[in-house]
C-alpha cells in the first residue's frame, strides 16, 4: 500500500486525447474566420484610434472648461478606452485564434487610418472637440453593431463575443451622453 494520502491516478491515452481535441478543434468556417478576424481587427484599430485622439484631447484641452474637460470629459474616457483595450485584444485573440490580430503595428496602421478621418485635437476649438469626439464616438456604435449584425448573420457571433460587444456599446453609449452634455453646455442649451 501506497504512504501517499491523496493519490491521483494517470490515464496518458485519456490526456492525450484532449491534447489532440485542444490542438486540432477549428470550429469555425475559414470564410467565417476571415469575416471575424476582419471586423475585429477593424474595431482594435478603431479603439485605438479613440484612445489616441481622446487621449490627445485630454492633453490640449483649453478655455473656460479646462479642469471638467481634462480629467472628467477627456480624461475619463481615453483612460476607460485604455481599460478596454486589453481585454479587446485577448477576445479578438480567443475568438479568431489568430495571434497575429494582436499585432501592435497591424492596430496601429488602422488607428492612423481612422484618425485620418477626424480633425486633431491641436487644431480644433474645445467645442469642437467635444463635437469631434461626439461624432467619434457615434461611428464606433454604428460600427459596433455593424459587426454585431454580419457576425450574427454568418454564425459568428458566439454568446461571449455578443456579450462582450454588448458591453463595448453600452460604455461607448455612455460617453455619447457625456459628450452630449458637454457640446449642449457649451452651445447654452
Given at each position: 500500500?501506497?504512504?501517499?494520502?491523496?493519490?491521483?491516478?494517470a490515464?496518458?491515452?485519456?490526456?492525450?486525447?484532449?491534447?489532440?481535441?485542444?490542438?486540432g478543434?477549428h470550429?469555425?468556417?475559414e470564410?467565417?474566420s476571415?469575416?471575424?478576424?476582419?471586423?475585429l481587427?477593424?474595431?482594435?484599430?478603431?479603439?485605438?484610434?479613440?484612445?489616441?485622439?481622446f487621449?490627445?484631447?485630454?492633453?490640449?484641452?483649453?478655455?473656460?472648461g479646462?479642469?471638467?474637460d481634462?480629467?472628467?470629459l477627456?480624461?475619463?474616457?481615453?483612460?476607460?478606452?485604455q481599460?478596454?483595450?486589453d481585454?479587446?485584444?485577448?477576445?479578438?485573440v480567443?475568438?479568431?485564434?489568430?495571434?497575429?490580430?494582436?499585432?501592435?503595428v497591424?492596430?496601429?496602421?488602422?488607428?492612423?487610418?481612422?484618425?485620418?478621418?477626424y480633425?486633431?485635437?491641436?487644431?480644433i476649438?474645445?467645442?469642437?472637440?467635444?463635437?469631434v469626439?461626439?461624432?467619434m464616438?457615434?461611428?464606433?456604435?454604428?460600427m459596433?453593431?455593424t459587426?454585431?449584425?454580419?457576425?450574427?448573420?454568418?454564425?459568428?457571433?458566439?454568446?461571449?463575443?455578443?456579450?462582450?460587444?454588448?458591453?463595448?456599446?453600452?460604455s461607448?453609449?455612455?460617453?455619447?451622453?457625456?459628450l452630449?452634455q458637454?457640446?449642449?453646455?457649451?452651445l447654452?442649451?
Amino acid at each position: 500500500m501506497s504512504k501517499k494520502i491523496n493519490e491521483c491516478p494517470a490515464d496518458d491515452a485519456l490526456e492525450a486525447s484532449f491534447v489532440e481535441k485542444a490542438l486540432g478543434d477549428h470550429t469555425i468556417e475559414e470564410v467565417d474566420s476571415n469575416l471575424l478576424s476582419t471586423r475585429l481587427s477593424q474595431y482594435l484599430g478603431m479603439l485605438r484610434a479613440m484612445h489616441l485622439w481622446f487621449h490627445g484631447a485630454h492633453n490640449v484641452t483649453r478655455g473656460a472648461g479646462f479642469g471638467g474637460d481634462h480629467v472628467d470629459l477627456f480624461g475619463r474616457i481615453y483612460l476607460k478606452i485604455q481599460d478596454e483595450i486589453d481585454g479587446a485584444i485577448e477576445k479578438a485573440v480567443g475568438v479568431t485564434g489568430d495571434e497575429g490580430i494582436a499585432c501592435p503595428v497591424h492596430i496601429t496602421n488602422l488607428a492612423v487610418q481612422a484618425m485620418g478621418n477626424y480633425p486633431s485635437p491641436p487644431a480644433i476649438s474645445s467645442l469642437a472637440m467635444a463635437s469631434v469626439g461626439l461624432e467619434m464616438e457615434k461611428n464606433f456604435l454604428e460600427m459596433v453593431a455593424t459587426i454585431f449584425s454580419e457576425l450574427d448573420a454568418s454564425g459568428s457571433l458566439s454568446l461571449g463575443l455578443n456579450d462582450f460587444l454588448a458591453q463595448s456599446a453600452n460604455s461607448h453609449e455612455e460617453n455619447v451622453y457625456l459628450l452630449q452634455q458637454r457640446v449642449k453646455t457649451e452651445l447654452g442649451d
